[in-house]
């Protein structure tokens, strides 16, 4: 079964109707669902999903009741990887070792979930942040993109 990963640029913007990247994230993930592939999400991603949603600029900011709620009625279900403590020491190694620090570690977290769950394709928003994780496999895509 062909399976795929959403960051978290992708999970804000499918769960917000406001967000410049909503229908055609929502539309790649309908379009998957009906090809029968498999979501799976990085645990790292909810979290970071529940803080974006929780800390939005007014008036979108949700309440945590709310954006919790909103994240289990779209991914209750979905498969979660999840990185053991030697994949993080292992990740924050890569990192040092090519010089990457601030936000982009996380964005390492989520590659190093994307290859531990062997996905075919992550989906995100910031190609530029993932393809210097990812070399090979998966694909970096954003959604809509068929091919790289």
């Known amino acids: 079964m062909i399976s795929y990963l959403l960051d978290t640029s992708c999970l804000v913007a499918a769960v917000c109707g406001w967000h410049r990247n909503h229908d055609a994230t929502r539309?790649?993930?309908?379009?998957r669902d009906a090809a029968g592939e498999k979501l799976v999400l990085a645990a790292h991603s909810m979290a970071?999903?529940?803080s974006v949603l929780t800390r939005l600029p007014e008036p979108h900011r949700l309440r945590p009741d709310d954006a919790l709620a909103l994240i289990e009625a779209n991914w209750g279900r979905t498969q979660l990887v999840a990185l053991a403590a030697?994949?993080?020491?292992?990740?924050?190694?890569r990192c040092?070792?090519?010089g990457i620090g601030g936000g982009a570690v996380y964005d390492a977290l989520i590659a190093e979930c994307a290859r531990k769950a062997r996905v075919e394709t992550l989906l995100t928003w910031d190609i530029?942040?993932?393809?210097r994780f990812l070399e090979d496999e998966?694909?970096?895509q954003a959604p809509e993109e068929r091919s790289k």
């Open 128 to 131: 530029e942040g993932f393809e």
């Open 96 to 98: 040092r070792d090519v």
């Open 48 to 50: 970071e999903t529940y």
């Open 27 to 31: 539309r790649e993930i309908e379009r």
């Open 86 to 93: 030697p994949d993080y020491r292992d990740t924050l190694r």
């Open 138 to 140: 998966p694909a970096v």
